[in-house]
């Protein structure tokens, strides 16, 4: 399986600042289509995982343009501008390059 | 609009089968291309992608699980079940269903249903 790896696992933060989450996988997520299929969730306290950014870089419908992702190969990022109450929760890395569909291990944002 | 909801026994003791099922609308599951998949998170650990039955009726396991899970559907396509054999403590959890649409990822989820398996 694909180990997908994140950091920090603990992430402080003050309103309105800026903040980036690491996500490295063990090998490379460039699908044999040529696309890379890393996708980043967010879980609020008490609520299912929902979708943020997919394919590396392009935001889900709604998402606001404070959250950014970038990174290829094996080493990807997700970044958070001006960070409001609303983003406080875990932050999840998924693969479905490779079978199984693996995730990080989470990354938590809160309040310094 | 997308909806997914889970349901399922609460708790079960150690050694039986855990029965799941997704309730889905606004979408099918016979429309190419569509899949709906399991996925369960422990309290305080993070997702593990369990298995996906799509619209063909083709199933999908993990392979760390696969000897213990079945994966099915209804024949109107609007629930899919997930049955876990020979249940213990490390599958208490919440499990959850979502739909994998044109891209391979999860855009939709459902509330999750937790499961406490004790004795």
């Known amino acids: 399986d694909v180990l997908m790896t994140q950091t920090p696992v603990s992430l402080p933060v003050s309103l309105g600042g800026q903040v980036s989450i690491s996500c490295r996988s063990s090998q490379s997520l460039v699908h044999s289509d040529g696309n890379t299929y890393l996708h980043w969730y967010l879980q609020k306290p008490g609520q299912s995982p929902q979708l943020l950014i997919y394919r590396v870089s392009n935001r889900f419908s709604g998402v606001p343009d404070r959250f950014s992702g970038s990174g290829s190969g094996t080493d990807f990022t997700l970044k958070i501008s001006r960070v409001e109450p609303e983003d406080l929760g875990v932050y999840y890395c998924l693969q479905s390059t490779h079978f199984p569909l693996t995730f990080g291990s989470g990354t938590k944002l809160e309040i310094k | 609009q997308v909806t997914l909801k889970e349901s399922g026994p609460g708790m079960l003791q150690p050694s039986k089968t855990l029965s799941l099922t997704c309730s889905f609308s606004?979408?099918?599951?016979?429309?190419?291309?569509?899949?709906v998949s399991w996925i369960r998170q422990p309290s305080g650990k993070s997702l593990e992608w369990l298995a996906a039955?799509?619209?063909?009726?083709?199933?999908y396991y993990n392979p760390s699980l696969k000897s213990r899970l079945t994966v099915s559907k209804n024949t109107s396509n609007t629930q899919v079940f997930l049955k876990i054999t020979s249940v213990d403590i490390a599958d208490t959890a919440t499990y959850y269903c979502?739909?994998?649409?044109?891209?391979?990822?999860?855009?939709?989820w459902g509330q999750g249903v937790m499961v406490t398996v004790s004795s």
């Open positions: 606004g979408f099918s599951l016979s429309t190419s291309g569509m899949v």
């Open positions: 979502a739909r994998i649409a044109a891209i391979p990822l999860f855009d939709y």
């Open positions: 039955i799509d619209w063909d009726g083709d199933k």
